[in-house]
């Protein structure tokens, strides 16, 4: 497995690695849109890709370094924070994505997907399990659209 690294754009996934340029995922109340190269135009900050997340949470929009990368067996798994660690605890987002093969643009591929939400404890003393998972059964379509650079 390879971790994320210290620079965004040593571990982005491209279009190319993933088979397509634009992934949407959708799910109960949720929609996740992932695109591995940054629409423009690019603001400093914003290179290595794009993840938007429009769900319970609300809507978080995160870029490059935001968005924590695996390469593993299971695909990419993308993560991102939805609510920073306080009090009540963290919670991220974990979206598995895998390698696409056969889209065009005139034949986007939809899939089964699923992404993983993670609640972190926060300040509670009380024994049990540090983290909580709930999994979020998502249908993925995986396109590829003219985008801005």
């Known amino acids: 497995m390879t971790a994320t690294p210290a620079t965004p754009t040593d571990l982005v996934p491209s279009s190319q690695d993933l088979g397509a340029n634009m992934v949407t995922f959708t799910g109960d109340r949720t929609t996740i849109t992932f695109f591995p190269e940054t629409p423009g135009p690019l603001q400093p900050g914003h290179e290595g890709g794009k993840l938007t997340y429009e769900g319970p949470e609300g809507t978080i929009e995160r ?3 935001d968005i924590a990368r695996v390469d593993s067996p299971l695909g990419y798994l993308l993560t991102i924070v939805l609510r920073p660690d306080d009090d009540t605890g963290q919670i991220d987002l974990t979206v598995l994505l895998p390698r696409v093969v056969g889209v065009a643009m005139e034949a986007p591929v939809v899939f089964a997907a699923m992404a993983i939400r993670t609640h972190r404890r926060g ?8 983290l909580g998972y709930d999994v979020l059964p998502l249908v993925a379509k995986a396109e590829e659209v003219i985008i801005a650079l």
């Open 123 to 130: 300040f509670v003393a009380n024994p049990g399990p540090v």
């Open 63 to 65: 870029f490059g370094a």
